[in-house]
């Protein structure tokens, strides 16, 4: 990494040097401040104290070098998880008009999943679980109960308790005790008693609404013990709570967008790195493992998805992830990916050539996207389109370009001319970014656009090697170029800026790292 700072350094000249800065190993308020303000009734939230001692997860006194102090998990504090508890329940009694009835919201956490008899694989919390507490802990469940004609409610987490057997094996427990604290809850109890602290919940506030998302459940172990509340005299309806949460998570927080523009530095740093370590005769495995260390090394947790890392050809196919192909000089080298930190997530894209210089058709074919790309930025600031109309609107550009570079013919246009785009770039040209990759799905991408939301601007173009309504010198190559971009008052900020894209660029870093 060291060779690395300095090559660039010395070889990118003038205000180009801002490119590839250090890398994040520790965070601080000061290295890059939202422009976005925060609303004066958040200043006056009272700060709760974490309790000292060691947990089921890193704590700003266990971890200072990862969490700031008074802050539940970094850069989010207590208050600001209670805060989102009270606006969700808030939500979900206003879906439904009738004082009459009590609401019981379960929100499970994620269960470990296994790669083989005792093994795990890399646990990953619920996201709509940790947006709402925080909690890091595997099979947790919260509760909140809001009894009928009252307009308080309570919070109640299940967790695992301490059992020094199972720490033995699997490292500290938060316990209930102290998860009260912690999390900021009113109570905590055991896991095991979820389900009769449920059926009872239940039995005794009839009529009553269960907010429970029944689809592709986040722990299948209590989903029967969910659904088993149902059945019986009908005074139990079942509501599902995750529209409103996705409708909440889309807006970002000024907490949260610091933290996006945390992982997207990494992430764009990590993009830096592998062009410079791109040579012929290196492999697409190789590329991958450089996004991946220098991502960790930047501070994030993992990659947030299997990168696409595909040479010539296979780029063609969107979501190609073999990634064990040898590069060759000739080719240009599509890769996608992003990183993880704090379960938020960056997501980017960029094609260059692999031998360090565009050729002149991968050239022509990249400024276009360029081009593209950027005036999409532009609608997205001027206009606040909905996802869908930017998707409509990158196909008439790049209709339209490719007509001016004469690989389309001229005699189209209209509907045929936007369908011939649409078969070179058949994805989307955007979605959601945040605690997933493609963030809450719930919101439809035909709703307009507002400040505070983070969506990606990806559009491509994809020229097959049989594709013979293509002139012959530019099949064969996928190109794409992605980026994260924050929706503002005024102009887009694009998170992820710090990923070279303009050709003199890309082409002074490729290939000039050793590995």
Request: aromatic share 6%; hydrophobic share 35%.
């Given at each position: 990494?060291?060779?690395?700072r ?15 800065r ?31 001692g ?23 504090t207590?208050a ?53 507490t ?46 009260v ?7 905590a ?57 996705h ?22 740093q ?197 594709d013979?309504?293509?002139p ?11 980026d ?24 002074a ?7």
């Amino acid at each position: 990494m060291h060779q690395f700072r300095k090559f660039l350094t010395n070889s990118v000249c003038g205000d180009r040097r801002k490119l590839i800065r250090q890398p994040i190993l520790r965070f601080t308020t000061k290295r890059c401040l939202s422009t976005v303000e925060v609303p004066p009734e958040q200043h006056k939230i009272p700060q709760m104290l974490i309790p000292k001692g060691i947990f089921g997860q890193p704590t700003c006194h266990t971890h200072p070098h990862m969490i700031t102090q008074d802050h539940l998990t970094n850069g989010i504090t207590q208050a600001e998880y209670k805060e989102r508890r009270e606006t969700l329940v808030r939500k979900l009694v206003a879906e439904m008009d009738n004082a009459h009835k009590t609401h019981v919201i379960v929100i499970p956490a994620a269960r470990k999943q296994y790669m083989s008899d005792k093994i795990p694989y890399v646990f990953r919390q619920n996201s709509d679980f940790f947006y709402l507490t925080g909690c890091l802990e595997p099979s947790a469940v919260l509760v909140m109960v809001k009894p009928a004609q009252t307009d308080s409610f309570k919070s109640i987490l299940f967790v695992h308790d301490k059992d020094a057997h199972a720490e033995l094996w699997e490292g500290p427990r938060t316990g209930c005790s102290a998860a009260v604290k912690l999390f900021a809850v009113d109570e905590a109890r055991p896991v095991e008693n979820f389900g009769s602290f449920l059926n009872q919940t239940t039995l005794k506030s009839k009529p009553s609404i269960l907010w429970y998302h029944n689809e592709c459940p986040a722990n299948p172990d209590i989903h029967a013990t969910v659904r088993s509340t149902l059945r019986g005299d009908g005074n139990v309806a079942l509501g599902d709570p995750q529209r409103a949460l996705h409708l909440m998570r889309v807006v970002k927080s000024p907490a949260e967008i610091e933290l996006m523009k945390e992982t997207c530095y990494i992430g764009a740093q990590s993009m830096n790195m592998a062009m410079a370590c791109t040579k012929p005769g290196v492999s697409e495995h190789m590329v991958n493992a450089v996004l991946e260390y220098s991502s960790k090394q930047g501070g994030a947790e993992h990659l947030a998805f299997p990168p696409v890392v595909a040479g010539g050809a296979r780029a063609t196919h969107i979501h190609y992830v073999n990634n064990n192909q040898l590069l060759q000089q000739h080719e240009m080298l599509l890769v996608d990916s992003g990183c993880q930190r704090w379960l938020y997530n960056s997501d980017i894209s960029r094609t260059w050539p692999v031998s360090g210089k565009f050729n002149k058709y991968h050239r022509i074919l990249y400024e276009l996207v360029l081009t593209v790309q950027k005036r999409l930025i532009e609608l997205l600031g001027e206009h606040r389109p909905p996802l869908d109309q930017l998707f409509d609107s990158m196909c008439r550009l790049l209709g339209m370009h490719l007509q001016q570079e004469g690989i389309i013919p001229n005699t189209i246009d209209g509907h045929e001319l936007i369908g011939k785009a649409y078969r070179l770039c058949p994805h989307h040209v955007s979605h959601y970014l945040g605690l997933d990759v493609h963030d809450s799905p719930l919101v439809r991408r035909n709703v307009p656009v507002c400040t505070n939301m983070i969506v990606t601007v990806e559009p491509g173009i994809y020229i097959r090697p049989d594709d013979t309504s293509v002139p012959e010198e530019f099949r064969g190559v996928g190109i794409r170029i992605e980026d994260d971009v924050l929706v503002t008052d005024n102009e887009p900020v694009i998170l992820t800026d710090s990923a070279v894209k303009e050709v003199r660029d890309v082409e002074a870093i490729v290939g000039k790292h050793t590995l």
